[in-house]
């Protein structure tokens, strides 16, 4: 998240759409930013908050291109980056 206070509750998922399960298995990541991201991006000049902005952005856009319709994926994008202002990053 970006701010100090901020709070997240990760909550892992499965799916399974067939009756043949072979295996399976689940999993819930989460984790402050990787302080080496944001050194690398601010020692070529960005500020801490556009860093920030450009990592989460980032993980955003490694999910978000897996959606075929791009005016979706557009929309969706925009949204993230309104989020972001709204949060100060």
Known sequence: MLTDGARADSVPNLEIE???IVGA???STTGRFDDEQLFY????GISVEDARRLVVRGFFAEIITEIADSEIQDRLMQRIDDELV???A
């Open 86 to 88: 709204k949060a100060g």
């Open 41 to 44: 991006l601010m020692s070529r």
């Open 18 to 20: 067939t009756g043949e």
């Open 25 to 27: 298995g689940h999993a």
